[in-house]
């Protein structure tokens, strides 16, 4: 199949020309696919948060024009400061903001606001098509401003993490950040890419001085998510639900409580608590229709609970937003696990659509790709592809994946040097995961490493018993294998 290139200047039906030249060479596709324990303290507080299940009521009026006005700047602000938005309100920005630059063509601010407003739209939709038309309007703002525009550099720093491109994210936020070291806006790109490099020094620096500054009321919340996402990864679970707790119940619009609802929700999944994390999840869907990684969540927490019709038709309301090759992935392996075959290459097909469109807008899926090829293709293609991921921003992701990958082609004492890397704190795997402990629980049992072999596997089932359709009846398997054994002989000093 003929090989393609990750390209950042797709035409778009953007107002503006072609971008610069690319900044530095992006890696060719191979080829192309063939077929987060936290305690309940924070619960009593966050289910006050939750709205109540809806009662038929007659549909709501059309907003007049002052509400409309209101709901216009609501999302500038938000867009312009890095705030979740809403899909229709952002459509309407991106009409109001192509209007003004069709008008007023040296106005950077509108540029970078334009910009802004693409990247939210494709992230918040999933389509990276949009992400070439927000790469040409911030590149035109820095063109007409010139270096010293902060509000550009962050917005490309953004950008580079939606496309997963960390190196990149990290020049043109610590540009930013130097321009405005007193902007929270500056802090939020540069702490997501130091985490994509597996600099959680610097993440954590940042994070720092981020929560020294004094942002205003409408910013906080961001903030607190912030936050809420590097104590995650350093494995303060208690202290991440309170902080997004806290945001969930002071954000000012109701795509902004979705989004942080969805991240309790998702801190929720991560312990095992299906009940909190399906609460959370059908609160977010309940603010914000389009938020699509609370409809995800809402799939896994009910297939979770053994509501496997639901979970489907949870499944496939995701996708029918667009179809996020994650989300095709996940459906995939709960397709497998019920043992519907043919349903599973379906959606393994669609994910191989999907990584496609996105590598079209910029996106680096490699992370991904290597994790089905690991589990479903070729474990040796993810092994290449991984180890060059390694090399360019070697994050915790990637050194699970890795190590996975190289324990399914066979090599599993390379494999738990990774496998390590990734659950060790001393290594910076502060993250509690299910998942990467299981893995690692296996490659310890391959290599005949009992002990520690059973450690990790009954780690991973109390960190959370459901982490995935697939892997949780491996692991109890394994474990079942384990403790068949007989007892480890004392050594001959000590017997």
Request: glycine letters at 8%; charged letters at 25%.
């Amino acid at each position: 199949m003929e090989i393609r290139q990750y390209d950042h200047s797709v035409p778009g039906t953007s107002l503006v020309g072609e971008p610069p030249p690319p900044r530095r060479p992006r890696r060719w596709l191979r080829r192309m696919l063939v077929t987060a324990c936290v305690c309940g303290v924070a619960t009593g507080v966050t289910l006050i948060l939750l709205p109540a299940e809806p009662h038929h009521r007659a549909a709501p009026a059309a907003p007049g024009p002052q509400a409309q006005a209101r709901a216009q700047a609501q999302t500038l602000a938000a867009v312009t400061s890095g705030l979740p938005a809403a899909l229709p309100e952002l459509a309407a920005l991106i009409g109001q903001q192509e209007s003004r630059v069709r008008a007023q063509p040296r106005d950077a601010r509108a540029w970078a606001v334009l910009g802004s407003a693409y990247l939210e739209q494709g992230r918040h939709s999933a389509d990276a098509a949009n992400y070439p038309k927000a790469e040409r309007a911030l590149q035109t703002s820095l063109e007409v401003r010139g270096t010293g525009n902060a509000q550009a550099l962050g917005g490309l720093a953004a950008l580079a993490n939606a496309r997963r491109d960390f190196p990149a994210a990290k020049r043109y936020g610590e540009q930013a950040l130097k321009l405005a070291p007193k902007q929270w806006t500056s802090y939020a790109p540069l702490i997501e890419a130091y985490n994509g490099l597996g600099d959680y020094k610097a993440a954590r620096g940042a994070l720092d001085k981020l929560m020294g500054l004094r942002t205003g009321a409408a910013e906080r919340p961001a903030v607190m998510a912030q936050a809420s996402a590097v104590y995650r990864d350093r494995g303060w679970r208690e202290d991440a639900v309170a902080q997004l707790t806290d945001a969930a119940s002071t954000a000012r619009t109701p795509a902004e409580q979705a989004a942080y609802l969805t991240g309790v929700g998702q801190l929720a999944w991560e312990r095992g608590d299906r009940e909190d994390a399906l609460r959370h999840f059908r609160a977010a869907v309940r603010l914000d229709p389009d938020q699509r990684a609370a409809l995800t969540g809402q799939g896994r927490a009910l297939a979770a609970l053994g509501r496997t019709d639901e979970a489907l038709a949870a499944y496939r309301a995701a996708l029918a937003k667009r179809a996020d090759p994650q989300v095709a992935l996940e459906l995939g392996e709960l397709y497998e696990s019920l043992g519907q075959f043919g349903p599973a290459r379906e959606q393994y097909a669609l994910l191989r659509e999907r990584v496609r469109q996105a590598a079209a807008g910029g996106v680096d899926e490699e992370l991904l790709i290597g994790q089905f090829e690991a589990d479903h293709e070729d474990p040796e293609d993810a092994v290449a592809r991984l180890e060059e991921e390694w090399q360019r921003q070697p994050g915790i992701e990637v050194a699970d994946a890795l190590g996975w990958a190289l324990h399914r082609a066979g090599d599993d004492e390379e494999a738990l040097e990774y496998a390590t890397t990734a659950t060790d704190k001393t290594k910076g795997g502060g993250v509690r995961s299910a998942l990467y402990t299981y893995h690692r629980g296996m490659i310890e049992r391959e290599l005949d490493l009992y002990g520690p072999a059973r450690r990790h596997l009954e780690e991973a089932l109390r960190i959370n018993p459901y982490f995935s359709p697939l892997q949780v009846p491996a692991a109890r398997a394994a474990l079942q294998g384990l403790d068949e054994l007989p007892e480890e002989p004392l050594p001959a000093d000590l017997s």
